[in-house]
């Protein structure tokens, strides 16, 4: 007969545990639907004992939603290599592939709700949001954003939040059409600003000089003359 002996966790790996546990549980179901039962249940534990390592379920909740953002914050990360529309399109693919992983945790970090405070909430969504603009504007190599520079890059932002919130409401159009599609809005919302100022105009032939051929910006300009072609 083999005795199985179950190895003690330490206190943070319990806690990591728990984390991940909350966020798999998440990724079906909004975190207030999700209860500590559920979620002690699952890590193969009594409820006491995670109440142990957190002191209420808000604080569970919270750990697991930071743990969510930082995850998400990091997706934004890319080398400074290669033309930036092959770069913009590798973030959102990354982007894509946590709000595929996390659908609801991610809707609950976007959106606030109930399992989380909204002060906390908003928080952590202004911090991803700064931490996506920041890694965008550092691609873009300028030293002080312009003020119409920031518009652009805070503005699409915004829209690839936006738009995977809604994509997950049905997922009626395909994921990798999306993904390109936001590529070409950061493009079209770079042209719109350098129409009305020389400074973004400059930033813009800069970017699309170093763009190939076969790039998703290219892309966008074929697109485009096709449209005006039928016109």
């Known amino acids: 007969m083999t005795t199985v002996v179950r190895r003690r966790m330490g206190v943070e790996e319990r806690k990591q545990q728990l984390i991940g546990v909350a966020l ?35 604080s569970l909740y919270e750990a697991a939603l930071r743990h969510a953002a930082d995850d998400l914050a990091d997706r934004f990360v890319e080398p400074r290599e290669g033309p930036l529309g092959a770069r913009l399109l590798r973030v959102m693919g990354r982007f894509f592939d946590f709000v595929e992983e ?12 109930p399992a989380v405070g909204t002060s906390t909430a908003t928080a952590m969504t202004d911090e991803v949001r700064q931490a996506a603009y920041e890694q965008i504007v550092a691609h873009l190599d300028v030293g002080r954003p312009p003020a119409r520079l920031e518009l652009v890059v805070r503005s699409w932002v915004s829209l690839a939040e936006t738009t995977a919130l809604i ?7 395909p994921r990798a059409e999306l993904e390109l599609q936001l590529v070409h809005d950061f493009a079209a919302l770079a042209a719109v600003s ?7 105009a400059a930033i813009l032939l800069r970017i699309v000089a170093d763009e190939p051929a076969d790039g998703p910006f290219a892309d966008l300009v074929g697109r485009l003359a096709k449209l005006g072609g039928q016109a």
């Open 194 to 200: 350098a129409a009305y100022d020389d400074g973004m």
């Open 24 to 58: 798999e549980l998440f990724s079906h179901r909004s975190p207030e639907d999700v209860s500590i039962d559920e979620i002690a249940a699952a890590a193969g534990i009594s409820r006491p004992l995670v109440y142990h390592y957190f002191p209420g379920k808000q």
């Open 102 to 113: 996390h659908g609801p945790g991610f809707s609950a970090l976007m959106r606030g709700g």
């Open 167 to 173: 994509w997950l409401d049905g997922r009626r159009v």
